[in-house]
Every structure is written in structure tokens, then in C-alpha cells.
């Protein structure tokens, strides 16, 4: 589903952030913001989170290293999907389970770095992508679209945005993985007047995103549907807008073919030997 101003993904994850996931102090602005942010996903949500943290996932998964192969990266980019809203521990993150799926398939270990942010736009994206210009590349996953279209965002600022982060992260030498705008017309939790236009402005971006990633060569891979309106009660968390455990499950379950479709391209040094 959608993302929420903070809103989640299958529902995907959108929405401007709330605030940011650390633990420090936000300061007067800081807490005028949240509190501005707060109204605002009162206005968009039935039932707000009321915790916006997020539990870190950084690290390294799988096996040892051994011989001349290299570790996998994993860069996780977007919004509060990417970010994994609503796990309550690190191993239930999107990212975590990706990564060790990713180590256990391929046995090798997997670097991941999470950059993603709840609320995070796409304009907001390209700054993340920025942050991993120092990183060896290696495997990217691109979820972002839903704040986008819960908010009064131009959709065509929006795609264009998207298409220069896809070519520059093709540039540099990441293979992407992109998982099209959810839309939050399947999130139970969003209210009915934004489920409807936050619907349809997201049907268009997933359509500007997806030429794109074709265009560039990115690997496409499933968005979240209308089994997470269906089985809200399993696959959402208490907003029933981010995923619940189980939904990250079924998300990174779902994604994972693309990525060893991506990991399949990846230079020689990270094939083990022999």
C-alpha cells in the first residue's frame, strides 16, 4: 500500500515524517514540525502510529567471508516501506529479511545500509542517494512514490525526479530494483476521500516509474495490491496502513526474485571461487 505522510506501504509507507527515528532531541523546531506533522496524518489516517521509530538494520548478513569474494551491498532507499514502519525488530525490517535471504541464496554476506526514511518523497530520495556515493555498489531497492501522491506534489516534478535518480544510480554502478508507488486506495487506514485521490494519483506515478525503470534497464518488482486491503488484519500494522511482521514477510518474499535477478549481474569478484 501506500506510504504516509508517513503512511505505510502495502499500504505502502507514505506521508510527510512525522519525525525522524533517532533518539535525539528534536528542539523547538523540531517539535513544531512533528506537531504539524502529526495534525497532518490526523487529517490523512483513521488511526495514526503513535511510535514512528524504527528499529536500525545496518550490518552485515549472512556466512563468513571466505576467499577472494567480495560482500553483496544492499541499499534500501524510499520512504517508510523501505524504511520498515511497524517492524518491531531489526530481523522483521524489510531490509533484514531481503538481506539474509540474499546471503542465504547467493552464501555470501550481504552489507546492508538503510537510508530510506519514513515520509520520504522522492525529491527527498535523490538527497539519500547521494549518502551512498561513497559505498561500492551493488544491489539498490528504490521504493518511493506514496508521500508523493498523498501530498500536493506535482506528478510530473515527481517522475522526472525519479527518472534522474534511477540513471544515476545506474551511473554509478548500482543495479536497481524498483518496486512501483503503492497505492493507498488499498490501505483501510487512510480515510475515504484520500483513498480515492491518492489512489489514482498513484496508478499514474506507478505508470511514469515503471517506463522509466524499463527504460534504464532497473528490474521491476511486485508493489503491494489488494490483498493487503484484504488481509488487512494480517498483513497491516494497528494504522492499517504499514505493513504488520507478516506483511514485511510477504513484501520481501515476494521481491525477492528480482533481486537475485540483479545480484546475477554483479561483477565476478562477488562470485565465490570455484
Request: aromatic share 4%; glycine share 10%; hydrophobic share 40%.
Amino acid at each position: 500500500m501506500p506510504a504516509t505522510p508517513v503512511p505505510a506501504a502495502p499500504a505502502s509507507s507514505l506521508g510527510p515524517r512525522p519525525a525522524r527515528t533517532g533518539r535525539r532531541s528534536a528542539g523547538p523546531f523540531g517539535r513544531a514540525r512533528l506537531a504539524v506533522a502529526r495534525c497532518y496524518s490526523h487529517l490523512l489516517m483513521h488511526r495514526p502510529p503513535t511510535d514512528w521509530s524504527v528499529p536500525p538494520a545496518d550490518g552485515r548478513y549472512g556466512p563468513e567471508l571466505a576467499g577472494p569474494a567480495q560482500p553483496v551491498s544492499l541499499l534500501m532507499l524510499g520512504d517508510s516501506l523501505a524504511q520498515s514502519l511497524g517492524a518491531g525488530r531489526r530481523e522483521e525490517t524489510l531490509g533484514a529479511r531481503l538481506s539474509q535471504a540474499l546471503a542465504d541464496t547467493l552464501e555470501l554476506p550481504v552489507d546492508l545500509r538503510v537510508f530510506a526514511r519514513v515520509g520520504a518523497t522522492t525529491r527527498g530520495v535523490q538527497l539519500q542517494a547521494l549518502r551512498a556515493g561513497k559505498l561500492r555498489p551493488g544491489v539498490a531497492v528504490l521504493i518511493v512514490g506514496g508521500n508523493d501522491a498523498l501530498l500536493p506534489v506535482p506528478l510530473g516534478r515527481s517522475a522526472r525526479c525519479f527518472a534522474q535518480l534511477v540513471r544515476g544510480l545506474h551511473e554509478a554502478g548500482w543495479q536497481t530494483v524498483v518496486v512501483p508507488c503503492p497505492n493507498p486506495g488499498y490501505a483501510p487506514g487512510m480515510r475515504a476521500p484520500v483513498r480515492w485521490v491518492a489512489g489514482r494519483r498513484s496508478q499514474r506515478l506507478a505508470r511514469l516509474q515503471i517506463r522509466t525503470a524499463e527504460r534504464v534497464g532497473a528490474v521491476l518488482a511486485p508493489s503491494s495490491g489488494v490483498e493487503f486491503r484484504d488481509r488487512a488484519a494480517e498483513l497491516l500494522g494497528p494504522d492499517g496502513v504499514h505493513p504488520s511482521p507478516r506483511g514485511y514477510a510477504e513484501h520481501a518474499e515476494r521481491m525477492l526474485p528480482s533481486l537475485l535477478t540483479v545480484a546475477g549481474r554483479l561483477t565476478p569478484a562477488y562470485v565465490p571461487a570455484g
